[in-house]
């Protein structure tokens, strides 16, 4: 049971902690903070949160964990808030999606309590954003991930992964730089590329015309091009080595394909498409696999 | 009301068009045939076709209207094999995806009754294929894209056009060319760079930790990476003029992405991702407009 939990950024990814650890009943007080006043009472009034503070101190003040789910953009800005409030007991978490760069701020700012902070990040999410998109469900059999470094007190890693069990998922321990490979590679490079695709046509003369005609398949492979512009854009920022590489390796094989379609070969074609089908058969249609991976 | 339609492959499409038809009572008899004999003692079996032909040349016999559902790279055969057993009165159609390369063979095999065929291409389908895989609701809703040369014959022409309104389809016309640029651009291009990043991820030493972490944006993004790869690789040989150019195109403009991100000039991603965020929410998440994308 968590006396008083403090989150920092009460939208989607926040306010969804909340409403779920309120429905399991393992939280006796949820104290929000947004930096929208706006937000703050959209969060207050939709009943996200328990209470909410009117600045970033009040929030955490004789909080027994704080999690920090505000967009990448403003983590650093954020830690640098909270670090000279932090007191011995408190342990703090958050929710960003590249754990590098929270890593490198959080040794920056938490220098003199590093231990009490556990790097994390849930994966889960949906395309819209704020308070009135969080639900208690959103967590439920979803993976989330820690990134504990060779400081993390084995407490506090303990009882923030007790508290995302409590809201029913499955946790599991990475280190940074293989969690922000993993998520360049199944989000933030597939995020790239279908925004890419749907500007691309967007800037088409005729771009009615054609989107008019673009059926399920389209729909489903650029629905993540609905995807919040700023949260993106602070992952690109933020996650830029790892999604580079891929994009870079990328750009190299559908050079390949198109050298192969050029010169009408083929059995390349097949062997490429092919290959790619019996990989994503085997995670998302194998019958004999649970898909956790709703969203 | 059709008297007999010869449908030469029993697919998906092939399949879901002849249960369509006898379910609205539009069609007295529906003969089918495929090169596979298995595949036609299945659709007989699953009663997808009313009688199977063990030939081609029997299965046009008699027919008012014949549609080719066959493979792309089939398409061009299968016409030469009809083609000196044509009469007058038999009006062909087709549901191949890429028209360009469909007409250059009508032209070459039915130059003595190009005006009886009608070139077509329903825009729709699923990931699965196969006699068991049809289903007589696949083109309620759907659109169906009709690309008439010159030559076509109006009579003819609509015809078919009634055949695809009579299971719910919306019928546009477009030129050849037109269609298989807009098709690239919404299904073409979009399945290749899916198909290129699950690859990729399939390469890697870590595949299998890599897709365990996939959430469901890369599960929807992905989703036409299960499609069948001998369908795309005809796909890919047939359109290729159009699908090159597309990819080139795209090739650069996520080349200025990675040059945004590299210089971690926020303000060109954020740009690119709200041009594709609003594109994308105008066609699909405007709730004053029907979503007929299903599928």
């Known amino acids: 049971m968590i006396d008083r939990l403090a989150i920092i950024g009460v939208g989607l990814i926040g306010g969804s902690l909340s409403l779920a650890l309120k429905k399991a009943g393992k939280v006796k007080h949820v104290v929000g903070y947004a930096r929208n006043p706006a937000t703050r009472q959209q969060a207050l009034d939709l009943g996200v949160v328990d209470s909410i503070a009117e600045d970033i101190v009040e929030a955490i003040t004789d909080a027994d964990i704080v999690i920090l789910a505000v967009p990448m953009g403003a983590m650093s800005e954020t830690m640098a808030a909270i670090a000279p409030h932090m007191t011995d007991n408190m342990i703090i978490t958050d929710a960003g999606s590249a754990k590098g760069q929270v890593v490198r701020a959080a040794k920056q700012h938490f220098a003199d309590h590093l231990g009490q902070f556990v790097p994390g990040h ?35 890693h303990q009882k923030v992964k007790e508290m995302w069990q409590a809201v029913g998922a499955q946790v599991f321990d990475m280190s940074v730089a293989q ?117």
Chains 1, 2 share one sequence.
Not at 138 to 153: G, N
């Open 179 to 295: 969690h922000d490979k993993v998520l360049a590679a199944t989000s933030h490079v597939p995020h790239i590329l279908a925004f890419n695709l749907v500007n691309m046509l967007a800037q088409g003369e005729d771009v009615d015309a054609v989107l008019h005609y673009a059926a399920g398949g389209f729909r489903d492979f650029s629905r993540i091009a609905s995807s919040d512009p700023v949260m993106w854009r602070d992952i690109c920022l933020t996650n830029s080595d790892a999604i580079l590489s891929l994009l870079a390796e990328y750009q190299q094989q559908l050079t390949e394909i198109e050298q192969a379609i050029r010169q009408q070969e083929g059995d390349v074609l097949i062997d490429v498409f092919q290959r790619a089908k019996q990989a994503r058969d085997k995670r998302f249609n194998d019958p004999t696999l649970i898909d956790n991976s709703e969203v």
């Open 122 to 156: 849930p994966i889960a999410g949906t395309e819209r954003s704020g308070p009135a998109a969080a639900f208690a469900e959103l967590y439920q059999d979803h993976r989330v991930v820690l990134t504990p470094i060779a400081e993390t007190d084995q407490d506090a």
